[in-house]
């Protein structure tokens, strides 16, 4: 065989055999490694995003690579998560094995399997290949299907093992856990009663290379050539790199409840392999030392210098985003090719079609979520000396528009089951003071407007004053509150829209505000644009407005003519913006039934976690889930929050905090004099929240990544790094 022409086609290049297998033989194969949610680079081989649970693209990759082996590492390796995610391990763990054998079928090419020692259901132990399998969990079911499918493939070759060794990702070995744990002078427990015949990835990268080349067939336990329980291996990876063994401590399997069924004798048999090969595999002792030498040679951080983890743009999975479709940039090019591209018709049309979508009278749609928020005050007429209440679990722009009108922002206490501004709060809250009151809808759940109409209007009887109720709805378009769309001002004098990117309609950056009131309405139209009108019947000199003439029966007004009537601002949207937002509008109700789908599936594998509340869904509102925040009991699961995101974004997941109480902000503390414990349950919701991604766009998989990443974390260090 010419080596330097043959090439090797390796599966799963992101996990610990994967890449160890590329680094192992680099310089021996041309080789491409293929990977899907974990996009990895080393040096001196290609490496491609390929999703093996699809048939066309396994045949596309093989046809354009031509490979002369296979080495399929690629599976889901995690029992507990197979047991729990079965379609999904199904789909990795046996249909990929059915694709890969049927394509390349009859072809002159090598496939070797890697299956596991779970396949035994670990009774009698030192099991040989000639032993009846029984796995005992669905990874191992999964993984012996998986190996009835490749050996359908002539010549086929399938080892039976289970490995340690150094990873890239940020997924710990069982060598590198106790290594861990144990450098950081932490006690850790091993199962005394869990026996088995781990091996050194890279003597069993060896392995493969000389079975390879002796064309072996058929099926091989591999493993170290003795055994010993995940106790001793603790014990003697301690021993190995010097570390105290008194940290580790001898526990029973029968002392936890795992969800999947372990074996206890998974020791392998392997006898079969060294008489073929005419080779002396290693023992579990001989194995260490090789990780312990490779180790003081620099070989982890070497392996990660030549293969690195990369941000693939289109594997990322931010917590939020748009979603634009053709008909939209159509929409948008169509418009630029109009006359005007400002201040032209598509800004009533999309105004109409918004007013319209949420049952108000009147829409004035602006620049930013912030300009609708600022122009509502100013038409509330919110001034110095006067106090606007809102909520302190929200982004800062609630509070500024109430500072840039010179009032003072007061913070109500939020819920702890809605996340919502308390209504007992804001009723503690108003005073004479009190212009204005500004619930925001958090994460779409609106909040409880009817009671919050009830207090303020008590409350403008017990003052004599009007006390505006102004929405930041600005999470809640297409929610629904006692059956209406929220936006629809009927307990508020108006709502308050934002139309940025990750919000459920965008047109770039945007705004508006609803209301069904006519001066209102009117109001808001001219501070939109400096405070200057056109309207006739607005002006306050007719007499410089109008003509002294009259023609007939008229006094022409001015063609030039205008007023400023009051101090406004440029906070116009272009009709470039309203083109796309007429379009987005059309498809509101389709964007909200798909994230009200992938928060059914969220809801549905967070609810049973203890140290995770899901969030709130009240009777009286349906929620379009803008945000899907979940509250992580942290100090129960020994994990701290960065901690969660730094991990989760090494695995290309984007997750955010929403929100640090606005009062904690130094302007509010240097400007009002707010400080810490100002809002007790804000303060506790802040401590835990976190927000993971939820956007239409998001696609099953996405979902099911997400789900499985934040479980693997939060059910804390002892589900996922225990010696299992
Ligand atoms: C609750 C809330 N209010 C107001 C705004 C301001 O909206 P915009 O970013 O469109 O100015 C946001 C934006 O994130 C928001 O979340």
């Known amino acids: 065989m010419d080596n330097a022409k043959t090439k090797l086609l390796i599966t799963g290049v992101s996990g610990l055999l994967g890449n160890n297998l590329a680094y192992y033989f680099k310089d021996k194969y041309e080789i491409l490694g293929l990977y899907n949610s974990h996009p990895v680079n080393i040096n001196g081989i290609r490496t491609g995003k390929c999703d093996i649970t699809s048939k066309g693209s396994i045949e596309r990759v093989i046809h354009e690579f031509n ?138 990268a060896r392995i493969i290379d000389i079975a390879i080349r002796k064309d072996l067939s058929g099926v091989y336990n591999c493993g170290s050539a003795d055994s010993c329980s995940k106790y001793e291996f603790a014990i003697m990876i301690a021993d190995c790199f010097g570390f105290d063994k ?83 940039i159509q929409e948008v090019i169509s418009l630029m090719r109009s006359a005007l591209i400002t201040q032209g018709p598509k800004v009533g049309e999309f105004e109409d079609a918004l007013a319209e979508c949420c049952g108000a009278k009147y829409a004035v749609a602006v620049n930013s979520g912030t300009s609708a928020l600022h122009i509502a005050c ?156 056109n309207i006739p019947g607005e002006f306050i000199y007719n007499d410089l407005a109008f003509q002294s003439s009259v023609i007939g029966g008229q006094h022409l007004m001015n063609p030039w003519y205008y007023e400023q009537l009051d101090l406004g601002y440029n906070y116009r949207i272009t009709d470039i913006q309203c083109a796309l937002g007429v379009s987005q509008l059309k498809k509101l109700r389709g964007f909200c039934k798909r994230r009200s789908e992938i928060a059914d599936v969220y809801n549905e594998a967070f609810r049973g976690i203890e140290s995770i509340q899901i969030p709130f869904e009240s009777e009286d509102c349906s929620s379009n889930f803008h945000l899907y925040v979940l509250l992580v009991d942290f100090n129960r699961i020994g994990v701290e929050r960065a901690h969660l995101m730094i991990e989760l974004k090494k695995c290309g997941i984007q997750t955010q905090v929403h929100y640090i109480p606005v009062y904690t902000q130094p302007f509010y503390r240097k400007t009002f004099g707010t400080s810490w414990g100002d809002c007790p349950n804000a303060e506790e919701y802040y401590q835990k929240c976190v927000t993971i991604p939820l956007y239409p766009t998001m696609s099953d998989s996405d979902v099911e990544r997400v789900i499985s990443e934040v479980t693997n974390i939060a059910r804390s260090r002892k589900g996922r790094y225990s010696l299992t």
């Open 246 to 328: 008194a940290l580790v401590s001898p526990v029973s399997i029968d002392d936890f409840d795992f969800q999947a069924e372990r074996g206890k004798k998974l020791d392998l048999n392997i006898n079969k392999l060294q008489k073929r090969l005419d080779y002396r595999l290693p023992a579990v002792d001989q194995s260490i030392e090789a990780f312990y030498r490779d180790y003081k040679c620099g070989l982890p951080s070497e392996i990660k210098r030549n293969i690195s983890t990369v941000q693939d743009q289109s594997a990322i999975i931010p917590y939020g985003k748009q979603w634009i479709d053709e008909n939209d």
């Open 67 to 204: 490979p002369s082996i296979i080495l399929h590492c690629a599976s889901i390796t995690d029992v507990e998560q197979c047991d729990r995610d079965k379609d999904i391990a199904e789909k990795i763990n046996v249909l990929s094995a059915a694709y890969l054998t049927e394509i390349i079928m009859g072809q002159d090419i090598k496939l070797v399997y890697i299956s596991t020692d779970a396949v035994y259901d670990g009774v009698r132990g030192d099991s040989s290949e000639s032993d009846k399998v029984n796995p005992l969990n669905f990874y191992g079911r999964s993984k012996y299907e998986g190996e009835l499918e490749i050996a359908k493939k002539e010549n086929a070759l399938i080892f039976r093992t289970n490995i340690f060794g150094w990873n890239i990702q940020n997924k710990k070995s069982l060598g590198e856990w106790v290594l861990d744990e144990l450098q950081s002078n932490r006690r850790i427990n091993g199962f005394k009663d869990a026996c088995l015949s781990s091996i050194y990835t890279l003597e069993f």
């Open 378 to 533: 100013l038409a509330a007429e919110v001034k110095e000396g006067d106090e606007v209440i809102t909520s302190p679990i929200t982004f800062v722009a609630s509070a500024n528009c109430a500072v840039y009108c010179g009032a003072k922002p007061v913070f109500a206490d939020i819920d702890l089951k809605t996340y919502n501004v308390a209504v007992d709060e804001i009723r503690n809250k108003i005073n004479t003071e009190t212009r204005a009151v500004i619930p925001v809808h958090f994460a779409g759940q609106s909040c409880d407007m009817e009671s919050i109409r009830d207090v303020v209007m008590d409350k403008e009887k017990e003052f004599g004053n009007k006390i505006f109720i102004i929405e930041d709805a600005s999470h809640a378009l297409g929610s629904f509150y006692k059956d209406k769309y929220v936006g629809s001002c009927v307990f508020s004098d108006m709502t308050v829209m934002s139309f940025h990117p990750v919000k459920h309609i965008t047109t770039g950056e945007g705004g508006a505000v609803l209301t069904n009131n006519e001066i209102l309405y009117k109001k808001l139209k001219r501070f939109r644009s400096h405070g200057i009108t």
